[in-house]
């Protein structure tokens, strides 16, 4: 079963993702104090990373661009998510995710991107 770790400080976003993904097979660990990316990362080891943008006062941008330069994580496939920024906001400036997903999104669009980076 692929493992899926979904960071974001909104708790009904985070629940809503969670039970999409579990509905679809997955196991899912949520997160929402980011100050323990890291080490759950290391304790859950997933095969998936969904990572909000705004994280109260981290950025998901800086959380990304420490997974991508640990050589030990940056394997892992990263898709931010963010109401406010697109991925032209995201290409270069600080991280390079795999993919992108704007709030609200599209539960079958959602779906659709975990399953092509899983599959990748």
Known sequence: MKKILVVDDNQEI????????????????????????KQRIREFKPDLILLDVMLGALDGRDLCNLL???????????????????????????????????????????INKVSAQLAA
Request: net charge negative; proline share 4%; glycine share 4%.
């Open 14 to 37: 985070l629940e809503v993702i969670e039970l999409i993904l579990r509905l679809e097979g997955y196991q899912v660990n949520g997160l929402m104090d980011a100050s323990y990316f």
């Open 68 to 110: 991508k330069s640990d050589q030990l994580m940056l394997h892992i496939p990263v898709i931010m998510i963010s109401a406010s920024h697109n991925l032209s906001d995201m290409q270069g400036i600080i991280c390079y995710p795999n993919d992108f997903i704007a709030k609200p999104f599209d539960i079958d669009n959602l």
